[in-house]
Nanobody
Framework: QVQVVESGGGLVQPGGSLRLSCDAT????????VGWYRQAPGKSRDLVAA???????HYADSVKGRFTISRDNAKNTGYLQMNNLKPEDTAVYYC?????????????????WGQGTQVTVSS
């Protein structure tokens, strides 16, 4: 089993910054990809940014130039640096990790979600 925990959310004024962290623990052999998603009230959960095992990154158009995704493979941790935050960035942010999970005698690909962390951008 794998556990995913996000942290770093909070209340920030427009133009401010936050750094979200995503810690994955458990029977992890390797992390293939980390994705950050967000969901505002009454809206769908959408991809914000993703990073692959080869460090290829992808960003939603709405956050390009403001958000930066990164990862620390040694710590099984992903990060989302969010700068120049806007009120429309307000949402619950979720981390998804795609892992190779050790299952006793073999490895299998799995993906897990965290519980989410609230980001509120307001003056």
């Amino acid at each position: 089993q794998v556990q995913v925990v996000e942290s770093g959310g909070g209340l920030v004024q427009p133009g401010g910054s936050l750094r979200l962290s995503c810690d994955a623990t458990g029977n992890i052999h390797s992390i293939n990809a980390v994705g950050w998603y967000r969901q505002a009230p009454g809206k769908s959960r959408d991809l914000v940014a993703a990073i692959t095992s080869g460090d290829t990154t992808h960003y939603a158009d709405s956050v390009k130039g403001r958000f930066t995704i990164s990862r620390d493979n040694a710590k099984n941790t992903g990060y989302l640096q969010m700068n120049n935050l806007k009120p429309e960035d307000t949402a619950v942010y979720y981390c998804n990790v795609e892992v190779m999970e050790f299952r006793g005698s073999y490895y299998s690909p799995s993906d897990y979600w965290g519980q989410g962390t609230q980001v509120t951008v307001s003056s």
